[in-house]
């Protein structure tokens, strides 16, 4: 990942992983390798303040180990701020396997996986996320019990968190529309992998005029054939005329370029850090007048369906809680809408509320 003679040759201040870990505040890093499995990964624990960390592990074939670095700083601190305005009493982590999924995977560099995992002490507990399957995760679970999502107790979490993404699309379409119905709403679903495929579903049911594109031609046309929805291309995607643009893929999709492009009055997705940058592109949103319901609150089913198996309880009590949703985002939409200020500034501050709350009170007497 990094080699230890370039930490050496520069001071902690100056090195640039320290001063990454500083912007975002985050409590630890663990860089992971190991050449007989082929493991290159990168586990970050932001803010253990509510509970120890949870959030999925990520295999992805990044271009670079800087790019890893980034993504796995901003989608575990997006972890708290879901965990946290979720009601959970749970942290927020990340983890990344730099490879690609449909290639470099095997048991032993999942269970070498588990192995750091478990060095942790319980301080991060990990799950699916893309590229990552229950059965990787019955590998990493061979070498530590801080794993959920396993085959047999929650499972896949892709239904629960494609339930909240819909439930807090129809809260979005409810103040923009005034109607929730999402019958005959045109919608472009971007990435129809397993959570774009069950949120598919929904608004199939729904009679929404459904279009989709993605990386995966195979599971395009899987999806395309199975729901009736309409296949356009990865760039024809921002330029339909659309009432909502659902990014269900990576982030930063809305960003300068495509704010040139997008026709739509509500963005509503799956996808982590859908801003490329939240304090301009969360602004502009505002002066455009599209509702863009915050990434981290709206996919909350996934972890919301962990803290179930963590705890205890039924996949019943999952899908209700995923519900709530709704009443969040309709919560910080007419905020949003009240006080004149972009609805990603609301969902942060109410987040960042529970933790300072919380914080206070485990304050030693």
């Known amino acids: 990942m990094f080699e230890v003679k370039d930490i050496k040759e520069s001071s902690l201040a100056e090195n640039p992983v320290v001063q990454r870990m500083s912007q975002y505040n985050h409590e630890q890093l663990l860089f ?29 074939n990044y271009s670079n180990e800087l790019e890893a670095l980034n993504d796995v700083l901003r989608l575990s601190r997006g972890m708290t701020y879901k965990n946290s305005i979720s009601g959970l009493n749970l942290g927020g982590g990340k983890a990344v396997i730099i490879g690609d999924s449909r290639k470099n995977k095997s048991e032993a560099l999942f269970r070498r996986f588990g192995k750091f995992v478990e060095s942790l ?8 996320d893309v590229g990552i ?30 339930y909240g993404v819909y439930m807090g699309m129809k809260a979005a379409a409810k103040v923009q529309f005034g109607s929730d119905s999402l019958t005959g709403k045109k919608i472009a679903v971007q990435g129809v992998g397993h959570v774009g495929e069950y949120l598919v579903g929904y608004l199939a049911k729904e009679n929404a005029d459904i279009f989709i594109t993605d990386i995966h031609d195979a599971t395009l046309k899987h999806v395309a054939n199975k729901y009736g929805a309409h296949v356009v291309g990865l760039d024809v995607i ?29 963005i509503a997705g799956a996808a982590n850090n859908q801003l490329g940058d939240e304090t301009i592109h969360g602004e502009v949103l505002k002066e455009k007048g599209i509702i863009y319901v915050p990434d981290f609150m709206l996919n909350a089913g996934g972890v919301i369906n962990c803290y179930a198996e963590v705890k205890g309880l039924t996949s019943e009590w999952a899908m209700t809680k995923a519900a709530e949703i709704y ?24 987040a960042e509320e529970r933790i300072a709350s919380i914080g206070r009170v485990k304050l030693p007497m």
Request: some cysteine; proline content about 6%.
């Open 32 to 60: 992971c390798n190991d050449n007989a499995t082929g493991l290159k990964a990168i586990i970050a624990v932001h803010n253990t303040t509510l509970g120890p960390a949870l959030g999925g592990t990520r295999m992805w």
């Open 121 to 128: 002490g319980g301080k991060y507990i990990t799950a699916e």
């Open 133 to 162: 399957s229950p059965q990787d995760m019955t590998w990493v679970n061979m070498e530590t019990n801080n794993v959920v999502g396993l085959p047999g107790k929650s499972g896949d979490p892709s239904p629960v968190t494609a």
């Open 238 to 266: 921002y330029t339909i005329d659309m009432d909502i643009y659902a990014p269900c893929a990576l982030g930063a999709t809305v960003n300068d370029e495509t704010l040139a492009k997008l026709n739509c009055s509500i």
């Open 327 to 350: 009443d969040t985002s309709l919560n910080i939409i007419n905020r949003s809408n009240k006080d004149n200020v972009p609805t990603y500034k609301i969902a942060n501050k109410m």
